[in-house]
């Protein structure tokens, strides 16, 4: 597939090289440091919580850290090594100052790798410019051929610095080519990562694979374990996850440390291997110790939760510091989790945001996320709603679809940016039509009430629908909710909405659970049941949802599908009232107002009546004016009285519009 483009590739390889050298001479040392020091009926953030992300969830290419071995390799046998140095000093600043894309990309720890580079930079620091200008020179006076033998600038070195420092794929390709037909193992192996992805060149994943056959024939272990991918992904072969599980299996016998990795990420799914968590633990520490921080980081996950292990929380926070210390992004991440947490560790929060924004510095898209939450919510940091929507749009852009879903409610609510509907209404659909189940139960919302888009209620249902799929619990209440009250456009179905709240109610739901009590007692689209109804509420309340508590503590007062037992009631009305519920509060006023399971305590009660009526509650309302109008607990006041009532009466509260009628024919009569 190469023929014919040989003699144009030694003119133009020249011109590239000659390039590279230009870029590489105006970007002094401080370029790359720069990059990191200036770096229901209601939608509701992704449960407003952190996540930890994952922990070495994915196989690894291996491709940059074969760039860094072949530099290593031509350091250890070569004099004239200025330009592997300045290569691998960049390398490592981009690991350091986080402009890495992926830490995984390199083999050593920052500490061994910094010292190897603090080695070569203290001999080659003076010469480092001269080697360049000398290179430049030598390619003017000779040839390309001449410059790779000399190991002054070989064309892999050219291919390496654009692919992983310049990002220029085409120079990348064209290099890796040159120096692959002149017989360079490790730009064969570059030039097939090209081929995979389509950097530079045609995408022809087959012939990638071609070449990676190549390359490890002639002894390149990166490339096995990049075609062991090949097999596990069917990239450019069919796939075959036995096949690739024994691939990885030859690639870790010859010191493959991300073939290590990868092999034990089969053994702990059971993918082409029998599922092996011990082997998994086997393989991770074999990995860590030759230099893989995932693997480290992900033996530390194993520590923590006993997996193939005994469990070990001291074990496992050290291997979560040693991994940071490593430099990996994602370890840095989890182990802010856990000092925000204070998950084996003590709490603290500061050492939780500080690492958090280390590893947003590394690139790390669930430390964005993660460090937008504290910001979002004055964890560890002051809150600040601009600088969190600002990160939650990094996120975004970055593809993270928790990040998406959340700005779209910075934009629907105004939060840290200008109120759009319109845009929220469209980052909800991104995220959604990206598979995040809370931003599909989001724009469904928009959907059903026409917020930010003109109201569908068929499309409402479809993405209710597509969440429910997915698992989703509150898209299965949200959805139940929608059938069991309807709106214009979908009809009311109780039956429907009874089955949904009991999908929601298998998968642990608490507000499903509870609506599907109120189905039981009620009969709608059930039997009747209040036996049933009063364990749906209690096994809701145990999963701290107050309005179930006051539920429970109904059935109590009034002895539906339990015994009546008055004291229970006003221990179940003090705990859902303890948590903000404000029929609750008004039921403890009733039973401290009448003496029921409790000592009677007037001022109590008005108390509690005044508290739920400042919540909204129009039952309260009504009973703090029944009290005003008596004098009971408080100043008789009539005139208070009658305003609480006409009060009461417009939320909707029936006895107040009969006591006013009262008030008012009293008055005519008089």
Not at 79 to 97: G, H, K, N, S
Not at 208 to 220: D, F, I, Q, T, Y
Not at 284 to 309: K, Q
Not at 499 to 525: H, K, P, T, W
Request: charged share 20%; aromatic share 6%; net charge neutral.
């Amino acid at each position: 597939k190469r023929t014919g483009m040989e003699a144009v590739a030694a003119t133009t390889d020249i011109q590239v090289v000659e390039s590279v050298l230009q870029r590489l001479d105006a970007r002094p040392e401080t370029a790359a440091r720069a990059k990191s020091t200036n770096n229901s009926n209601s939608n509701s953030f992704n449960a407003a919580r952190r996540r930890e992300g994952g922990g070495g969830g994915g196989e690894i290419g291996g491709d940059a850290q074969e760039c860094v071995r072949e530099l290593e390799c031509v350091l250890a046998s070569d004099r004239d090594y200025i330009p592997a140095v300045i290569v691998l000093r960049e390398l490592f600043l981009m690991r350091v100052e986080g402009t890495a894309v992926n830490s995984r990309m390199f083999p050593h720890s920052v500490v061994d790798l910094g010292e190897r580079v603090k080695q070569l930079v203290g001999q080659a620091h003076r010469s480092i410019e001269e080697g360049g200008q000398l290179t430049t020179r030598l390619l003017r006076q000779g040839s390309v051929e001449r410059a790779a033998s000399t190991r002054l600038f070989s064309l892999f070195f050219v291919g390496s610095w654009a692919r992983y420092v310049l990002r220029d794929h085409e120079t990348a390709a064209a290099a890796f080519r040159a120096a692959s037909d002149a017989g360079h193992i490790g730009a064969t192996y570059g030039l097939a990562l090209c081929h995979t992805h389509g950097e530079g060149v045609e995408k022809d994943p087959a012939f990638a694979v071609e070449l990676l056959r190549v390359a490890h024939a002639a002894g390149h272990t990166g490339a096995l374990n990049t075609l062991a991918f090949c097999y596990k992904q069917g990239v450019g072969v069919a796939a075959d996850l036995e096949l690739a599980a024994k691939l990885w299996h030859e690639a870790a016998d010859e010191g493959n440390s991300s073939a290590m990795h990868n092999l034990a990420l089969c053994y702990r799914n059971g993918e082409g291997v029998e599922k092996d968590m011990a082997r998994a633990v086997a393989m991770y520490v074999r990995a860590s110790a030759a230099g893989d921080s995932d693997a480290t980081h992900s033996l530390a996950r194993c520590y923590e939760n006993g997996n193939g292990v005994a469990k070990d929380l001291a074990r496992a926070m050290a291997l979560y510091k040693q991994a940071v210390q490593e430099g990996n992004a994602s370890a840095m991440n989890s182990l802010g989790y856990r000092y925000e947490t204070g998950t084996g560790v003590l709490r603290d929060l500061d050492a939780a945001v500080e690492l958090y924004r280390r590893a947003t510095a590394a690139g790390n898209m669930v430390a964005v996320y993660n460090l937008a939450i504290c910001h979002l919510n004055g964890v560890g940091v002051c809150r600040d709603a601009s600088q969190a929507a600002a990160l939650f749009r990094q996120a975004a852009d970055a593809g993270d679809r928790d990040a998406v879903n959340n700005l779209g409610i910075c934009y629907e609510n105004g939060t840290g940016v200008e109120r759009d509907l319109v845009r929220a209404a469209a980052l909800y659909k991104q995220a959604a039509d990206a598979g995040n189940p809370m931003a599909m139960c989001n724009v469904a919302l928009c959907f059903k009430n026409g917020k930010g888009t003109p109201r569908d209620p068929a499309s409402a249902v479809a993405y209710y629908e597509r969440a429910v799929e997915t698992g989703s619990g509150k898209a299965m209440f949200d959805l139940a909710l929608l059938f069991k009250y309807g709106c214009p456009g979908v009809e009311r179905n109780l039956p429907r909405a009874a089955a949904l709240f009991q999908r929601g109610a298998d998968v642990n739901n608490a507000f499903a659970i509870n609506s599907l009590g109120l189905c039981y007692e009620n009969g709608d689209g059930v039997e009747k049941d209040t036996v049933h109804a009063a364990e749906l509420y209690r096994r809701s309340a145990d999963l701290g949802n107050a309005v179930a508590v006051f539920n429970l503590a109904r059935c109590h007062y009034y002895g539906v599908g339990v015994a009546r037992d008055l004291e229970a009631a006003v221990a179940l009305f003090r705990r859902a009232a303890d948590a903000g519920n404000a029929d609750a509060m008004n039921g403890l006023g009733l039973c401290y107002e009448h003496g029921y399971g409790t000592p009677p305590d007037l001022a109590r009660a008005a108390m509690l009546y005044q508290r739920a009526m400042d919540d909204g509650s129009a039952n309260a309302t009504c009973n703090l004016g029944l009290l005003h109008e008596t004098g009971k607990g408080v100043t008789k006041d009539l005139r208070l009285a009658v305003a609480l009532f006409r009060r009461a009466a417009e939320a909707g509260n029936t006895s107040a519009t009969a006591l006013i009628a009262r008030f008012s024919g009293e008055a005519a009569h008089s």
